[in-house]
């Protein structure tokens, strides 16, 4: 490796600037015996021009040895510096093939070489002498040689047009020492070290003085002629002087703004000294303490609440600005001093007027109406409201968070709302303490703070919904709110001080009350929305849906004529469920393509038909059950009620022969449902026990019982009665009289237990057209409380043991 490195070295001369005898009686320059084979060091940022002189840094251990080594035999050493061709990434780019290099490089001779120490690798300095071209490039393990043609450039003519060239970038780099001064020592070494009638040398020392690009620069070595070197050199000069002339802009942009920010920071300096002559001044702690004592001359403060605010002030007294107590302070006593200690906002005493304005805003919910107009009443009487907690339950869209805004209106009360919905933290309801960066009190003070007043109208929205995790429990943390007992002593962890909610009614909504804490339940009166039947519905989208629904489509009711059997049709095939959710999402959809008929035609008047319902809706959601309908042996459908209203369940049930007594359930039947179904098919084979064809049929047959739909899972027990009704029909091989739905939870000895949701499965029977209803006895008051329009074209039985039943059921 040494002996094939030592041949790049020359051997025949002593000085490489000294002239020698080729052998023949006439002198030669030395730089004509530069070696044709040359190590090569690759650049990776920017190449190097002739005649320049710079330091280079050798990493490579076999390139150092070399260097080294002809440094100690005080021999010339000469390398060839080509650019690699950039990559994405060219710094950690490591050249594998001659293509990854540049063809044309520069040739320089080491003329000092700083010796390596533990610190530091060999560094040396160059000076460039000539441009070569590569004839044939060799990459070994340890360095890149090449085998090189020098270019050896003649002196030109120096012509008129190469003169001018010089001038004007001889002018540009003028231009540019007086905008950048970085340049002033470049200007110095070219009126030094470059012959400045030389073109050639006055174009390459101009391209590296550039910012230009790697590649850029390297374009410009690689121009031969002289004249054209000078042409592309000018251009990224005057490239050079509008990038400084922008960076000049932006330097003297942001020298005026610093000059301008000093200038007034001095004036307000000069001014605060004149206030302190005067006696006017105060600085940033006595401005803040004078807010907060303005603040506190309309508040009605507890003795705690005002012996903690003095005392902070105090503190803030002692305590300089630029101390993080000092932010904590300041933070705290806004929260102290800018809550409404004692603010009330006057209710209001017109019953009539409160009356009038639910009315207005709701349809139905007559509960809920009777409520708040009682909690006005007793205001009355007493003087003031107290504060109260309502839980409104109730399937989606029927109404229970709209209502919040209209109680609050009926009262006269502001009026705040925030999701309870996958809350997990208890600090959410209670704060968090001040030792923690960022702490803020919890939602409640921030509602008092947002409302200006301490008996605002608060809506709890989905309580049914709150979450537990590590961090706390919030449903336990609501305990303390939501009971008229604690709350008039709220503790919140931030304020550390009690507050008053005795005076703010809750409303509190729920989709299920299963969900809820029992005692968080307790603490809450609840008044059940049920939903709404079909001419509840049209009336609810006549008065407020549809109007509601123009004016956010840019509509008038001429434009769009939507008719009451339209409507009926509507929510028969969409929108059965309880709420009216569905049936505004209709007809939002039913408005948006009148727009664009309207649109492409102004003067048109849209009216909807029930044949162009599917048109403009798609496919019916909800059939009519026909097959479910008819009287068949072993189907009964039975009242259900969920999260989502009530519901119609048809229970069906075959016998499978196998010889054996099995009973098989299927339907996604939850764990209560399961043991309905168990008590069911018991008591009917006792019921049965005298008939042998029926106690046969039991002892031979598999009986399968299926509640659809399969994919929805269904608990609960008020099915027991229409599971045991199945059974029998199966059994008996008869059918039970049509047009009939049940709910009642079945005991083993045959009674009929009392169920819940009454108003809701008799809504749902309604939806589906029954005449009939069979409910247990002890659910008699519950359906004669119900609204005379909703009982009316149903005809209810009541019933206290199955033999009943079976009497209705199967005459």
């Given at each position: 490796?040494?002996?094939?490195?030592?041949?790049?070295?020359?051997?025949?001369?002593?000085?490489?600037?000294?002239?020698?005898?080729?052998?023949?009686?006439?002198?030669?320059?030395?730089?004509?015996?530069?070696?044709?084979?040359?190590?090569?060091?690759?650049?990776?940022?920017?190449?190097?021009?002739?005649?320049?002189?710079?330091?280079?840094?050798?990493?490579?251990?076999?390139?150092?040895?070399?260097?080294?080594?002809?440094?100690?035999?005080?021999?010339?050493?000469?390398?060839?510096?080509?650019?690699?061709?950039?990559?994405?990434?060219?710094?950690?780019?490591?050249?594998?093939?001659?293509?990854?290099?540049?063809?044309?490089?520069?040739?320089?001779?080491?003329?000092?070489?700083?010796?390596?120490?533990?610190?530091?690798?060999?560094?040396?300095?160059?000076?460039?002498?000539?441009?070569?071209?590569?004839?044939?490039?060799?990459?070994?393990?340890?360095?890149?040689?090449?085998?090189?043609?020098?270019?050896?450039?003649?002196?030109?003519?120096?012509?008129?047009?190469?003169?001018?060239?010089?001038?004007?970038?001889?002018?540009?780099?003028?231009?540019?020492?007086?905008?950048?001064?970085?340049?002033?020592?470049?200007?110095?070494?070219?009126?030094?070290?470059?012959?400045?009638?030389?073109?050639?040398?006055?174009?390459?020392?101009?391209?590296?003085?550039?910012?230009?690009?790697?590649?850029?620069?390297?374009?410009?070595?690689?121009?031969?002629?002289?004249?054209?070197?000078?042409?592309?050199?000018?251009?990224?000069?005057?490239?050079?002087?509008?990038?400084?002339?922008?960076?000049?802009?932006?330097?003297?942009?942001?020298?005026?703004?610093?000059?301008?920010?000093?200038?007034?920071?001095?004036?307000?300096?000069?001014?605060?000294?004149?206030?302190?002559?005067?006696?006017?001044?105060?600085?940033?702690?006595?401005?803040?303490?004078?807010?907060?004592?303005?603040?506190?001359?309309?508040?009605?403060?507890?003795?705690?609440?005002?012996?903690?605010?003095?005392?902070?002030?105090?503190?803030?007294?002692?305590?300089?600005?630029?101390?993080?107590?000092?932010?904590?302070?300041?933070?705290?006593?806004?929260?102290?001093?800018?809550?409404?200690?004692?603010?009330?906002?006057?209710?209001?005493?017109?019953?009539?007027?409160?009356?009038?304005?639910?009315?207005?805003?709701?349809?139905?919910?007559?509960?809920?109406?009777?409520?708040?107009?009682?909690?006005?009443?007793?205001?009355?009487?007493?003087?003031?409201?107290?504060?109260?907690?309502?839980?409104?339950?109730?399937?989606?869209?029927?109404?229970?968070?709209?209502?919040?805004?209209?109680?609050?209106?009926?009262?006269?009360?502001?009026?705040?709302?925030?999701?309870?919905?996958?809350?997990?933290?208890?600090?959410?309801?209670?704060?968090?303490?001040?030792?923690?960066?960022?702490?803020?009190?919890?939602?409640?003070?921030?509602?008092?703070?947002?409302?200006?007043?301490?008996?605002?109208?608060?809506?709890?929205?989905?309580?049914?919904?709150?979450?537990?995790?590590?961090?706390?429990?919030?449903?336990?943390?609501?305990?303390?709110?939501?009971?008229?007992?604690?709350?008039?002593?709220?503790?919140?962890?931030?304020?550390?001080?009690?507050?008053?909610?005795?005076?703010?009614?809750?409303?509190?909504?729920?989709?299920?009350?299963?969900?809820?804490?029992?005692?968080?339940?307790?603490?809450?009166?609840?008044?059940?929305?049920?939903?709404?039947?079909?001419?509840?519905?049209?009336?609810?989208?006549?008065?407020?849906?549809?109007?509601?629904?123009?004016?956010?489509?840019g509509l008038t009711e001429t434009q769009v004529i939507i008719s009451k059997p339209v409507l009926g049709a509507i929510i028969d095939g969409y929108a059965r469920e309880a709420g009216v959710r569905s049936l505004e999402?209709?007809?939002?959809?039913?408005?948006?393509?009148?727009?664009?008929?309207?649109?492409?035609?102004?003067?048109?008047?849209?009216?909807?038909?029930?044949?162009?319902?599917?048109?403009?809706?798609?496919?019916?959601?909800?059939?009519?059950?026909?097959?479910?309908?008819?009287?068949?042996?072993?189907?009964?459908?039975?009242?259900?009620?969920?999260?989502?209203?009530?519901?119609?369940?048809?229970?069906?049930?075959?016998?499978?022969?196998?010889?054996?007594?099995?009973?098989?359930?299927?339907?996604?039947?939850?764990?209560?449902?399961?043991?309905?179904?168990?008590?069911?098919?018991?008591?009917?084979?006792?019921?049965?026990?005298?008939?042998?064809?029926?106690?046969?049929?039991?002892?031979?047959?598999?009986?399968?019982?299926?509640?659809?739909?399969?994919?929805?899972?269904?608990?609960?027990?008020?099915?027991?009665?229409?599971?045991?009704?199945?059974?029998?029909?199966?059994?008996?091989?008869?059918?039970?009289?049509?047009?009939?739905?049940?709910?009642?939870?079945?005991?083993?000895?045959?009674?009929?237990?009392?169920?819940?949701?009454?108003?809701?499965?008799?809504?749902?029977?309604?939806?589906?057209?029954?005449?009939?209803?069979?409910?247990?006895?002890?659910?008699?008051?519950?359906?004669?409380?119900?609204?005379?329009?909703?009982?009316?074209?149903?005809?209810?039985?009541?019933?206290?043991?199955?033999?009943?039943?079976?009497?209705?059921?199967?005459?």
């Amino acid at each position: 490796m040494y002996e094939e490195a030592a041949t790049l070295i020359p051997q025949s001369i002593e000085s490489p600037d000294e002239a020698v005898s080729n052998g023949a009686g006439s002198l030669v320059v030395s730089k004509d015996l530069m070696p044709d084979s040359i190590l090569i060091f690759p650049l990776y940022d920017r190449p190097m021009f002739p005649k320049m002189m710079g330091p280079l840094i050798i990493d490579n251990p076999q390139m150092q040895e070399i260097i080294l080594e002809s440094h100690e035999h005080s021999k010339p050493m000469y390398l060839g510096l080509l650019l690699i061709r950039p990559t994405e990434d060219t710094l950690q780019h490591v050249p594998e093939t001659p293509a990854d290099f540049f063809t044309v490089g520069v040739a320089v001779r080491i003329v000092r070489v700083s010796l390596p120490t533990e610190d530091s690798p060999l560094q040396i300095f160059t000076k460039a002498l000539e441009r070569f071209d590569v004839a044939e490039l060799t990459i070994g393990k340890t360095f890149v040689t090449a085998r090189v043609h020098y270019w050896l450039e003649k002196r030109i003519e120096n012509t008129e047009e190469i003169k001018a060239y010089s001038v004007a970038i001889i002018d540009c780099i003028k231009e540019l020492v007086t905008l950048n001064p970085l340049f002033k020592e470049g200007l110095s070494f070219l009126v030094e070290r470059i012959n400045v009638s030389d073109p050639s040398a006055l174009a390459d020392f101009a391209a590296s003085m550039t910012t230009s690009s790697g590649i850029e620069l390297q374009q410009i070595l690689e121009i031969a002629d002289v004249r054209n070197r000078l042409e592309k050199v000018l251009v990224l000069l005057r490239k050079e002087v509008e990038i400084s002339k922008l960076k000049s802009q932006i330097a003297k942009r942001i020298e005026e703004r610093l000059s301008k920010q000093q200038r007034e920071f001095f004036l307000k300096q000069q001014l605060q000294e004149i206030k302190k002559e005067l006696g006017i001044f105060k600085d940033d702690t006595e401005s803040e303490i004078e807010k907060f004592q303005k603040r506190l001359k309309n508040l009605t403060l507890t003795e705690e609440v005002r012996e903690r605010i003095e005392e902070e002030l105090e503190k803030m007294k002692l305590l300089g600005t630029s101390s993080p107590e000092f932010n904590v302070t300041r933070a705290y006593l806004d929260w102290l001093t800018i809550l409404p200690w004692g603010v009330y906002t006057e209710d209001n005493n017109d019953i009539d007027k409160a009356a009038k304005i639910l009315n207005h805003d709701h349809f139905g919910l007559e509960n809920v109406k009777d409520r708040i107009l009682e909690l006005i009443s007793v205001g009355i009487l007493k003087g003031n409201l107290s504060g109260s907690i309502v839980l409104l339950t109730g399937p989606p869209g029927v109404g229970k968070t709209s209502i919040g805004q209209s109680i609050a209106r009926s009262l006269g009360r502001e009026y705040y709302r925030f999701s309870l919905g996958g809350m997990h933290d208890e600090a959410e309801i209670k704060g968090h303490r001040r030792t923690y960066i960022g702490a803020l009190p919890g939602k409640f003070i921030q509602a008092i703070k947002t409302c200006k007043t301490s008996n605002p109208l608060i809506m709890l929205d989905e309580v049914d919904k709150i979450g537990a995790s590590f961090q706390g429990d919030p449903a336990s943390a609501l305990l303390e709110v939501l009971d008229p007992e604690q709350n008039q002593n709220f503790l919140d962890h931030y304020l550390d001080v009690r507050f008053d909610l005795s005076k703010v009614l809750f409303i509190c909504t729920a989709n299920q009350i299963d969900t809820i804490p029992r005692p968080l339940l307790d603490r809450m009166e609840i008044i059940r929305l049920p939903g709404y039947i079909q001419a509840e519905k049209i009336e609810i989208a006549r008065k407020y849906l549809i109007p509601k629904q123009f004016k956010m489509h840019g509509l008038t009711e001429t434009q769009v004529i939507i008719s009451k059997p339209v409507l009926g049709a509507i929510i028969d095939g969409y929108a059965r469920e309880a709420g009216v959710r569905s049936l505004e999402n209709c007809i939002k959809k039913i408005l948006r393509k009148c727009a664009k008929e309207i649109v492409g035609n102004p003067r048109k008047i849209v009216r909807i038909h029930k044949d162009n319902l599917a048109d403009l809706l798609g496919k019916r959601h909800f059939s009519d059950d026909n097959a479910f309908k008819k009287a068949r042996v072993g189907v009964i459908t039975g009242l259900a009620y969920t999260e989502m209203g009530g519901v119609t369940l048809h229970i069906e049930s075959i016998a499978v022969p196998t010889g054996e007594t099995r009973f098989k359930q299927t339907g996604q039947l939850g764990k209560v449902m399961v043991e309905s179904s168990e008590i069911a098919y018991s008591y009917v084979k006792y019921f049965l026990k005298e008939n042998a064809k029926a106690t046969e049929f039991f002892k031979k047959n598999l009986i399968h019982l299926h509640v659809p739909a399969g994919a929805t899972p269904k608990d609960g027990p008020s099915a027991g009665i229409t599971m045991a009704c199945s059974l029998y029909s199966l059994a008996m091989g008869k059918a039970m009289i049509g047009e009939t739905a049940m709910t009642g939870e079945l005991t083993l000895s045959g009674l009929v237990m009392p169920i819940g949701g009454v108003k809701e499965k008799i809504i749902a029977a309604i939806r589906e057209k029954l005449k009939y209803v069979i409910l247990p006895k002890d659910n008699q008051e519950d359906f004669e409380l119900l609204p005379q329009h909703i009982k009316e074209g149903i005809t209810a039985h009541f019933v206290t043991t199955f033999r009943e039943v079976i009497k209705i059921c199967f005459p």
